[in-house]
């Protein structure tokens, strides 16, 4: 880790302890990192679960409806088996004897089981449904990453505020994949002043949100 940060020059000026304290802020924040894509496939999934199974939940219950529906008739129809019906009135009863228990793999006895497995059939509320949001501080990993460095890098090593900016700017599209762009060096105008106008609203949006966690 210390290698990779002196080759993105971002530890230039820095004491070794310095040093070492920085590589322990980056592998914190890219552990936090690690958590929140997690996370954030979490809440793509959660996005799904919410949109579509109610819909889906709901059809399945008719679903089983049906099969329910479809055993009581299978079962009232083993019954007439052994019930007279024509001219004679003679049904069919030694076929209804079988069929009604020779054994436990006899047609009734099977047919109560899977009346009885449906019957235990819980489908999910819709409390089930819900997913809880991630941690504040993971919906804002960026800025949390940014005020942390910032921090470290102007407070505790007394660089200036333009070159802290530099400094995470590189770190955040090295480690964390950030589209931020930035100026290493002052380029005579205004528009290309040395810093990252990224980093530099993320600061000003910490500094107006005091109180987000």
């Known amino acids: 880790m210390s290698r990779r940060l002196s080759r993105l020059d971002v530890s230039a000026g820095l004491s070794h302890q310095q040093r070492r304290q920085l590589s322990g802020l980056v592998l914190d924040l890219s552990a936090l990192y690690e958590v929140w894509h997690r996370e954030k496939r979490q809440v793509a999934w959660g996005r799904v679960l919410a949109k579509r199974s109610p819909g889906q939940v709901r059809k399945l219950e008719r679903k089983i409806a049906k099969v329910r529906d479809q055993l009581d008739e299978t079962l009232e129809y083993v019954r007439s088996v052994g019930v007279g019906s024509g001219p004679d009135q003679t049904g069919n009863v030694y076929l ?89 060096e002052y380029e005579g105008d205004f528009e290309n002043w040395k810093g990252s106008d990224a980093i530099r609203k993320r600061m000003k949006r910490g500094r107006r949100s005091p109180t987000d966690t």
């Open 96 to 184: 209804a004897r079988i069929l009604d228990g020779i054994s436990s793999s006899s047609a009734v006895p099977q047919l109560r089981k899977a009346q009885e497995a449906i019957d235990e059939i819980r489908l999910p509320s819709p409390e089930d449904l819900q997913r809880d949001p991630p941690p504040a501080a993971l919906r804002r990993i960026a800025q949390q990453s940014t005020e942390v460095l910032f921090d470290f890098f102007v407070t505790e090593c007394g660089l200036l505020k333009n070159e802290a900016e530099v400094r995470i700017a590189k770190i955040g599209a090295e480690f964390w994949n950030w589209q931020v762009s930035y100026n290493e």
